[in-house]
């Protein structure tokens, strides 16, 4: 079976893995610090956090902002439920921005109708869907004239830059972004993520947030007589400064981390290649085109989703996606609206406000692509897809 996505992991990234395992620590110890200075460089930020997946990192970063509890915050409907399940988590409320067509990143235009109609907004959460930035210059022009906080969610884009060149993760744009490590991404810990920031204070509170909200050895002790022994400060000695969580990564996950970023550029090179060699290969097909009618070169290109008129052919998705499966090809779906699921239902949202989110459900499926994906495989997928659509 060729699935939609895989991970790519190397003897090499294996062996540090078992040297790690066998010889080193396990967990709280110097791999993480490495692997979270290593993600900084290369996106171009100050700091990185790492933290047990995406969502905790989501998390984290929407209570480090502090926001008064009854706070709305913007973003996307087309997303996992992880982007807006952390908002509530958090104790603030998501608000959704229908999608633009072109991109199915948040539709920046009904932004800031939004804000001005409503005083309680309070920050945006822009989604980098399958790994295609934001616009996110006019998201941070909007938000600095309203006095709105921004968070990232790049779990899909890692390796994606901005218009400018910058790394998606760098911050330009935002107080903190978040990547995520899950198998099919773009670099892979088994399970994992990271915040990153340009802010000092946010750094700090994320550092104590991610570990029960204690200060251990690094920063200064509120309770200077139970934290001293005349001058010597106790070693033994910890502070739990706020509510936090146990977020933390481990050391074996770090060191797979850190082995696989060195190979990110790869992976990404591999991506678009494989990405081009789609969109070239259905230009000729009347009811199918790629999903994201834009540009593809700053993007990680996490998935490849296109849409298919499926209405005009006379065959259901779920019967095109088995007919693929029994031709040993897998495919997805990203996403289901997150306003569609009965949870979201019972919490009185509107789908008379999401029409493109919807429209893109309706036709959306997603194709194989990962950095392991051979030529052979691809050719595959291609053959027998079009063949189907074909004898539609």
């Not at 797979?256 to 990405?275: N, Y």
Request: proline share 4%.
């Amino acid at each position: 079976m060729i699935p939609y996505g895989k991970h790519n992991i190397t003897w090499g990234d294996a062996l540090r893995v078992l040297w790690q395992v066998r010889f080193r620590s396990l967990t709280q110890g110097e791999q993480i610090e490495i692997f979270e200075k290593q993600v900084a460089k290369y996106v171009g930020a100050n700091y990185a956090v790492a933290v047990s997946s995406a969502t905790a990192g989501l998390h984290l970063a929407a209570i480090a902002l502090h926001l008064p509890q009854d706070s709305k915050v913007l973003t996307s409907p087309i997303s996992f439920v992880a982007s807006s399940n952390s908002l509530l988590y958090a104790g603030y409320k998501p608000e959704f921005i229908d999608i633009d067509n072109k991109t199915l990143n948040m539709n920046i235009d009904l932004v800031e109708s939004k804000i001005l109609n409503d005083n309680k907004i309070r920050a945006i959460l822009p989604v980098h869907f399958a790994g295609l930035a934001c616009d996110m210059k006019r998201i941070h022009e909007i938000a600095t004239r309203q006095g709105l906080r921004i968070i990232e969610d790049a779990a899909h884009a890692l390796g994606a830059s901005y218009e400018n060149g910058r790394k998606v993760g760098s911050c330009q744009y935002s107080d903190m972004t978040v990547l995520s490590f899950h198998p099919v991404k773009s670099i892979t810990t088994g399970e994992g993520g990271m915040i990153t920031t340009n802010d000092y204070n946010l750094y700090k509170s994320l550092l104590r947030l991610r570990s029960h909200g204690i200060n251990k050895l690094d920063d200064e002790f509120q309770n200077p007589i139970l934290s001293r022994t005349a001058n010597l400060v106790n070693p033994w000695y910890y502070e739990m400064i706020e509510l936090g969580f146990n977020y933390r990564i481990t050391e074996i996950q770090a060191v797979l981390g850190t082995s696989q970023l060195k190979r990110l550029d790869k992976f990404m090179s591999r991506r678009k290649k494989r990405v081009k060699k789609y969109v070239t290969s259905f230009q000729a097909l009347q009811n199918l085109r790629p999903a994201q009618c834009c540009e593809f070169t700053n993007s990680a290109n996490h998935i490849f989703p296109v849409r298919i008129d499926f209405a005009t052919l006379g065959i259901s998705r779920a019967e095109l996606m088995a007919a693929l499966r029994l031709k040993r090809v897998g495919t997805q779906v990203h996403y289901i609206p997150i306003p569609l699921q009965p949870y979201y239902q019972s919490l009185g949202y509107e789908l008379s406000e999401i029409p493109e989110a919807l429209s893109y459900y309706e036709e959306a499926l997603t194709l194989p692509l990962f950095p392991g994906l051979r030529r052979s495989e691809q050719k595959k997928v291609i053959i027998e897809l079009s063949r189907l659509l074909k004898a539609r």
